[in-house]
């Protein structure tokens, strides 16, 4: 169950329900299935090209580089490293914040990701998106989709997000980052999260979230933190996105939640 609570002056929450009644099948897996799989980083770019260059560059085939959004800041740069600041409360209307917002979903769009913090596009502030779709869903069987608990749900912006683990559950699943391209490790994250915040517009705001929502959060606030998938993975996991399909080293632990 996923919802969010939007309060308007602090009154009376209007509870917004996620979950998509969707009939979409899931579709076959693509060949290079391995390429695109559970992912808080990116499910390939599916427009314009094909192959190594589309998955290189989001610029291919956006032509106006001028309003082209900004590029994703990879590890080792100090800001993905470093706690982000607090947004303001009377600066979440700005235009500097609002463009910030726009260039984020942008980006996290084009990549495609799930979820972005504003320190992977360089700016050191508390402000993360996170989005998942039907299509983005595609790349991953029913099998894991329903082990992850993996459902969509409509784009989420929160600024200064405060996250709070419910339950004593965890999930073990494979994940990766935007700025750590090409990999992917098993990390440990709660099942269940309570996250409050503030939306786009400064109402505050609170989401349930449970299974891969909840995953998502849990990577896009640590980044606010100046915390990677990659300080808190079971370090053996580790491996490149084309050998996510190979067999654990011996003492790592299965996926699926306990
Ligand atoms: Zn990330």
């Excluded at 169950?1 to 009154?11: N, Y």
């Excluded at 391995?34 to 610029?59: K, L, T």
């Excluded at 750590?180 to 400064?202: K, M, P, Q, S």
Aim: aromatic fraction near 8%; include cysteine.
């Amino acid at each position: 169950m996923k919802s969010v609570h939007r309060f308007s002056h602090r009154i009376l929450p209007i509870t917004f329900n996620f979950k998509t009644m969707s009939t979409t099948p899931i579709l076959t897996r693509p060949v290079k299935e391995a390429m695109f799989r559970p992912i808080i980083a990116a499910p390939p770019r599916r427009n314009h090209s094909s192959g190594s260059a589309a998955q290189a560059g989001w610029f291919v085939g956006m032509g106006d580089k001028k309003n082209a959004p900004p590029d994703i800041v990879k590890a080792g740069d100090p800001v993905l490293h470093e706690p982000a600041q607090e947004v303001q409360a009377d600066e979440i209307g700005s235009e500097r914040i609002q463009k910030i917002i726009d260039d984020m979903v942008k980006v996290m769009r084009n990549a495609p990701g799930v979820g972005l913090a504003a320190p992977q596009i360089g700016i050191p502030l508390r402000i993360i998106v996170l989005e998942d779709t039907i299509e983005y869903m595609r790349y991953t069987t029913k099998e894991e989709i329903k082990a992850q608990d993996r459902q969509p749900f409509d784009l989420l912006v929160m600024i200064n997000p405060k996250l709070k683990k419910k339950g004593n559950q965890s999930a073990f699943f494979f994940e990766g980052c935007l700025s750590v391209d090409g990999f992917r490790a098993i990390v440990e994250r709660h099942l269940e999260v309570e996250v409050t915040g503030f939306d786009r517009y400064g109402q505050a705001i609170k989401v349930d979230a449970s299974g891969w929502q909840a995953r998502i959060f849990q990577h896009e606030c640590d980044h606010l933190d100046g915390t990677l998938y990659v300080d808190k993975m079971v370090p053996r996991t580790f491996r490149t996105v084309k050998n996510l399909d190979l067999p654990l080293a011996a003492g790592c632990p299965k996926l699926g939640v306990r």
